[in-house]
């Protein structure tokens, strides 16, 4: 199940790879979900006025919908780290998806403690490799 939070991690994702707004179906595939599903969760955004939808231009976040997409990407960032260069888990990003959306701010501010957050961080997040840059399999093994 995705939460709200999770799409607006997506759609923050998504806008920033394609520079622009957020199409429905480049959500719906980031988060492995219909595109149905992508926008009934996109409507409940905008009634929350945590985004804007414009029909066959896409998705764009509020501010309020960018500030919060941005700590729930740290978050995401600090249980990556905290998996891979803490506990060494192989499977440290399918974990991570798992976990995010039961995490709460409390223990995400404890684990954040343990890994010692860079200040760079949500911006730390590579799209592209689906990872945080500070992962230290990521630094052992840059993308070429």
């Known amino acids: 199940m995705n939460t709200a939070?999770?799409?607006?991690?997506?759609?923050?994702?998504?806008?920033?790879?394609?520079?622009?707004?957020?199409?429905?179906?480049?959500?719906?595939?980031?988060?492995?979900?219909?595109?149905?599903?992508?926008?009934?969760?996109?409507?409940?955004?905008?009634?929350?006025?945590?985004?804007?939808?414009?029909?066959?231009?896409?998705?764009?976040?509020?501010d309020e919908g960018v500030e919060r997409a941005r700590e729930v990407l740290q978050t995401y960032c600090i249980i990556e780290r905290f998996l891979a260069n803490v506990l060494e888990v192989e499977e440290f990003r399918n974990e991570a998806r798992a976990l995010e959306a039961v995490i709460d701010d409390i223990v995400a501010e404890r684990l954040d403690t343990i890994i010692d957050r860079n200040p760079a961080c949500p911006d730390c997040f590579n799209a592209e490799t689906d990872a945080c840059e500070l992962l230290d399999v990521c630094q052992e093994h840059p993308a070429d």
């Open 5 to 62: 939070d999770q799409y607006l991690k997506a759609i923050y994702i998504v806008q920033r790879t394609e520079d622009g707004p957020a199409a429905t179906g480049a959500i719906a595939d980031a988060l492995d979900v219909s595109p149905a599903s992508a926008n009934e969760m996109i409507g409940k955004l905008e009634q929350r006025d945590l985004a804007d939808h414009e029909k066959y231009k896409g998705v764009r976040l509020t």
